[in-house]
């Protein structure tokens, strides 16, 4: 802790750029943590660790469709436990039980970490790079959203959310894992069944291994937008007030009692 990055050397707790904006700030480690046993990688995206996040995410999904993981899951809570014994691939299991308990402990510890950078820098003037940027393809400034817009649009679309929000990396992963899980799932054609009336059908249609990763995804990227449009309004509030003390507030200036007017 004592040698600090170049960022960390000027205070900078936010960086600005045209994929958009990467800050440290207060986080629970338990909740980041549970997101981890949610689904390995969950925690670290949480924590804009994306390489790391992302290459566990990927490896999950991986893992997961090469042992059957939760298509097991689907008949134990079914009580159909030979089932879900016999579609289990034992060699690969080993593999995935080291790297799940190392998610979770990672991200719990780098959030840690991270709170303790964040407290450090707390009382710095400014905390970020840059307040605009200007690129060819791309323009990314602070400015305050609706935390209830990023919610109901990731609820209607997951990856629309961290759009709104300028997140375009998280955006277009979370984009792309949405359309192999609908497609793989078959979910579109169980609820268009469904909606028919078609309950037996509906349900012949899912492929259970695919549908299973659904519920922790859906609703980690409607509470990660959520999240991302909160502090990203907290950190615009901490620059307008940093910038308006810089120009418009002189350090010599006293306020002193006056006269009551009437």
């Known amino acids: ?4 990055n170049n960022a960390g050397e000027q205070g900078n707790l936010a960086y600005v750029s045209i994929f958009g ?60 436990i030979d089932a879900a014994k016999s579609v289990l691939d034992i060699q690969f299991m080993h593999l995935y039980i080291p790297v799940y308990l190392f998610a979770i402990w990672d991200s719990h510890r780098t959030a840690v970490d991270l709170n303790k950078v964040y ?67 078959h979910l579109l054609e169980g609820i268009h069944y469904l909606i028919l009336g078609r309950l037996e059908t509906s349900v012949n249609v899912l492929d259970k291994q695919w549908l299973l990763y659904m519920p922790s995804f859906y609703f980690f990227t409607i509470y990660d937008a959520y999240v991302g449009v909160v502090e990203n309004n907290k950190l615009f509030d901490r620059e307008q007030s940093a910038l308006l003390k810089e120009y418009y507030q002189k350090g010599s200036l006293l306020i002193g009692k006056g006269w009551r007017v009437r």
């Open 119 to 185: 407290l450090s820098h707390k009382g710095n003037k400014s905390t970020v790079n840059r307040r605009l940027v200007i690129r060819p393809l791309e323009i990314n400034y602070l400015d305050k959203r609706c935390p209830v817009s990023a919610f109901f649009w990731s609820m209607a679309v997951p990856s629309v959310g961290h759009f709104y929000n300028h997140r375009i990396i998280s955006g277009l992963f979370t984009l792309v894992t949405t359309v192999i899980y609908v497609y793989n799932s």
């Open 21 to 80: 904006t990467t800050q440290i700030h207060l986080r629970n480690p338990m909740i980041v943590a549970l997101w981890s046993m949610a689904f390995p990688g969950f925690g670290h995206l949480l924590l804009s660790k994306y390489l790391r996040g992302f290459a566990l995410v990927i490896w999950e999904i991986y893992i997961n469709q090469t042992i059957h993981l939760n298509t097991a899951m689907v008949y134990t809570f079914m009580g159909d």
């Open 1 to 4: 802790m004592r040698r600090l």
